[in-house]
């Protein structure tokens, strides 16, 4: 058989005022500080170096006409940090003074989700370091925030298209698009034997980009497997961790320039695991068979009969002898098991059925 274990005074009213009125001086300047945390954070940025030999050109359809211009980043005033513009065809102006914001009024969750991701793989990612990289990721983020409009890189100042950029272009896409991919394991739940490992294959190969804090896993190239668990019921957090600038992306915005987005580092991605591990067992009791009895007829014994349990494989796990009419293994994993009697108990005939 298989089990699976698993009063108030004179003057009161004036005193209670007091306090009423203290309540509202102490509320309203909690209120206050509520608003002045609350505020965005206001700067300026400004049109920093040229990139030499790097030129663009914008074409906008409503308007009929195309800008040109040799490629040059933009900057932070007091902190000289790299920003992208995110509005094509707004003209800068260096004296516009810019407020943070979550969600720019010019670009929708999908545009936003996009451009950070742009951002953060462009230019300064792994081997992005060479200056072109700006240019190329200023000029995706372009398409993202206005799709209507026609972005190029060209040979000179107003000169002739050139695709000479298409194979970074094509690199940048593919991480923000892989980055979308989660593991093919995420947020899964499983279910296993106590002390047995749990051992998981990425079938998307993204799981090297993940870490963990927890002690009871190893994450191993496109591996991940547990330490042999007791019984209980674990939560496994792995993370993408995105640190390479150790500041945010923040995004910025006035009616007086093009809005920018700040170069930093996106949200640390992460995925949960949840495995239960529970005990289990398999009991043989032994009974007689004309009495349907656990007492022996006469002298024979029930106790001492042997039984040999094999797996779907047909490879032995185990050699049970019966001891007070039963025998109990434990812990074995999920499958199905033969049980066949190759010795009997004295005073009994062998059992040829094999048990499932």
Request: net charge negative; charged share 20%; glycine share 4%.
């Amino acid at each position: 058989m298989l089990i699976s274990k698993p009063l108030r005074k004179k003057g009161g009213i004036f005193i209670n005022k007091i306090k009423f009125f203290l309540i509202l001086i102490i509320s309203i300047f909690i209120a206050n500080s509520l608003v002045i945390n609350a505020k965005a954070e206001t700067t300026w940025f400004f049109e920093g170096n040229y990139l030499d030999g790097i030129y663009m050109s914008k074409y906008q359809p409503s308007t009929q006409t195309t800008y040109y211009q040799t490629a040059r980043t933009f900057r932070e005033i007091n902190t000289m940090e790299l920003a992208y513009c995110i509005e094509p065809f707004a003209m800068f102006n260096q004296h516009a003074q810019y407020e943070s914001t979550i969600n720019p009024y010019n670009l929708t969750p999908e545009q936003i989700d996009r451009i950070s991701k742009i951002a953060y793989f462009g230019y300064r990612y792994g081997n992005h370091q060479n200056t072109y990289w700006y240019a190329v990721t200023q000029l995706m983020i372009w398409q993202v925030a206005d799709p209507t409009g026609d972005y190029y890189f060209t040979e000179s100042l107003n000169g002739r298209r050139i695709n000479g950029y298409q194979k970074n272009i094509d690199e940048i896409n593919y991480l923000v698009d892989n980055y979308n991919v989660k593991p093919s394991f995420s947020n899964q739940e499983y279910t296993i034997v106590e002390n047995e490992k749990l051992i998981l294959e990425d079938n998307n190969n993204q799981l090297s980009y993940y870490q963990t804090d927890s002690n009871e896993i190893t994450i191993n190239n496109n591996i991940l497997e547990t330490k042999e668990l007791s019984t209980g019921e674990y939560n496994f957090k792995l993370y993408r961790y995105n640190g390479i600038h150790n500041r945010p992306q923040v995004f910025y915005q006035t009616n007086d320039s093009q809005n920018v987005i700040k170069m930093g580092d996106i949200k640390t991605d992460e995925i949960n695991i949840k495995v239960n591990v529970i005990k289990t067992e398999i009991e043989i009791n032994k009974i007689d068979e004309d009495n349907e009895s656990i007492i022996p007829q006469g002298e024979a014994e029930l106790d001492g009969a042997k039984y040999s349990i094999t797996n779907e494989n047909n490879e032995e796990i185990a050699e049970a002898t019966i001891k007070d009419n039963s025998y109990v293994i434990t812990n074995i994993p999920f499958g199905k098991y033969n049980i066949q009697e190759i010795e009997p108990g004295i005073g009994y005939t062998l059992d040829n059925e094999n048990k499932k």
